[in-house]
């Protein structure tokens, strides 16, 4: 039991569902792992194999499930079924390169969040540090926000930003804009769930 908005509460079940690396979900599972945590890493869906997110969720104990299911509704459906069999409150993309359908975030509206390396509206998709670059933009940074059916757009729940320097370019400014998502994700975690 973990007190939330002053009440006591079991800890919250979440998602996080991966396509790569990982980093994010292992600062997410740490933080977790912290006394205060009102939130527990139940479950990490990768749409890929043998990749090193997986790694960081099993060396963690933690459920993992590998399925590329964004194309086919009877494989989507499983997946449905699999978050509610596994009380799921909240879904956390990080780095999951996968498109997810209408009816998908219908059904988790509100419940589905993601991390994106820049400081939205500026530069939704892909190549985002290069922009920021090639823009020579003073500032950059990420933001976590509601996944919406519209590619990074939906509401901004948090943004932290850093300031690109005279002698930055686009491989130092990935490096110190993943290191402020590590402290970003976190923080948006227990600000979605505090309103829940
Ligand atoms: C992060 O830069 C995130 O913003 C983007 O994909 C990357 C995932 O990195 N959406 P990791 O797998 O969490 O290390």
């Known amino acids: 039991m973990k007190k939330l908005n002053g009440n006591l509460v079991n800890k919250i079940n979440i998602a996080v569902f991966i396509s790569g690396r990982g980093s994010n979900l292992l600062s997410i599972i740490k933080n977790s792992l912290k006394k205060k945590s009102f939130f527990k890493v139940s479950l990490v869906l990768s749409n890929k194999k043998d ?15 590998v399925l590329d299911f964004t194309k086919s509704k009877t494989k989507e459906k499983e997946v449905i079924n699999i978050l509610k069999i596994n009380q799921i ?4 993309l990080a780095g999951f390169m996968k498109i997810l359908s209408k009816n998908f975030i219908n059904l988790f509206k509100g419940k589905i969040i993601n991390i994106h390396p820049s400081l939205l509206p500026k530069y939704k998709g892909l190549n985002t540090h290069e922009k920021v670059i090639n823009n020579k933009d003073k500032y950059t940074g990420c933001t976590v926000h509601f996944v919406t059916k519209k590619l990074d757009s939906g509401k901004i729940i948090l943004k ?37």
């Open 51 to 65: 990749i090193k997110g997986l790694q960081v969720a099993k060396k963690y104990n933690i459920k993992t499930l």
């Open 89 to 92: 409150k909240l879904i956390c």
């Open 160 to 196: 932290k930003k850093i300031e690109v320097k005279k002698n930055d370019n686009k491989v130092s400014i990935k490096k110190k804009v993943l290191k402020m998502e590590h402290k970003a994700y976190p923080e948006a975690i227990v600000k979605v769930l505090s309103n829940f």
